[in-house]
């Protein structure tokens, strides 16, 4: 099965050029330890990230934060295949070779890795056969002796595009600024990140959204591909992690501070998603506070 968290080895990165999927695309909440970009060619559907949902479509790039839950949903069939380049890296190389020579994307890089509520999704359309020309390079490249400089240098040329749409939305927004209608289960992602610590209450949920707890339910699986129950498991086992990561707090507390009831319940849950019990996650990782 699919687990929550995806170990990728970033040394110095991991590349997926142009892959195609045209059937039986299972996308899946996960979150991973370094930056993801996503690149889309062509595709139908949605990104769901920090409580928000983007359209998919021809020229769409992601920025994806290390250890940020999230997921694609898309429609695909032969008639509407997703195409897309994906990058994942570890930002901490990048930063340390090029903070002196490129100053501004490389403060750019540590706010879209650090910031709290940055822009995460880029229409790019309006420069996609450029980026189009860039990856093509770029994949060329790796049959090289260059491609590790040439990696660097693909990841420089796609903050230079983000950076010219950060700064064309500031113009946008400053003369005309428009908020669209949240989708319901944008509305419902951020009432469960407010209470995914407390007992699960459907109805609590319904009447706050002013909709039946059947539609609920249905509403929110038909915008995300994903039932409530598997998000609200997903989001507290996220958090768990990030206790166990970083804390000594006692396992029993950990699962019972996330909403997931007595200790038993919780190494089954957490192992099921996650590939390892609570014990072992917290081992294999090193910067828990003394």
């Known amino acids: ?115 709290i509520n940055e822009p995460q999704a880029f229409d790019l359309e309006n420069v996609y056969q450029y980026i189009y020309e860039v990856c093509e390079i770029f994949n060329k490249s790796l049959q090289t002796s260059n491609w590790e400089d040439d990696s660097q240098l693909f990841l420089l040329q796609l903050l230079s595009c983000i950076r010219s749409n950060i700064h064309d939305a500031k113009l946008d927004s400053s003369t005309n600024k428009k908020f669209r209608s949240l989708y319901y289960s944008e509305r419902i ?4 990140e407010e209470h995914y610590m407390e007992p699960f209450d459907l109805e609590l949920l319904s009447d706050e959204l ?44 950990i699962g019972e501070s996330v909403g997931l009831g007595s200790v038993s319940y919780f190494i089954q849950i957490f192992k099921k998603n996650i590939g390892t019990t609570p014990h072992q996650y917290r081992l294999s990782h090193h910067t828990i506070h003394k």
């Open 1 to 115: 099965m699919k687990h929550l968290f995806e170990q990728i080895d970033l040394k110095p990165f991991t590349w997926i050029y142009r892959r195609v999927s045209e059937k039986n695309f299972q996308g899946f909440y996960h979150w991973h330890q370094g930056c993801e970009l996503l690149f889309v060619y062509r595709g139908q559907g949605r990104v769901i990230v920090n409580q928000q949902t983007y359209e998919i479509k021809k020229g769409m790039l992601f920025f994806f934060q290390p250890f940020q839950l999230h997921k694609v949903h898309v429609e695909v069939s032969s008639n509407t295949p997703y195409e897309r380049s994906i990058i994942h890296f570890d930002p901490l190389t990048l930063a340390k070779n090029n903070s002196h020579l490129f100053t501004g994307l490389s403060a750019l890089l540590k706010q879209l890795q650090n910031g």
């Open 189 to 192: 992602m951020q009432w469960i």
């Open 210 to 253: 002013h909709l039946s707890k059947s539609y609920v339910s249905r509403i929110f699986k038909r915008e995300t591909g994903s039932s409530l129950t598997e998000y609200l498991t997903i989001r507290r086992i996220k958090q768990a992690c990030q206790l166990l990561h970083t804390t000594n707090k006692p396992i029993e507390l």
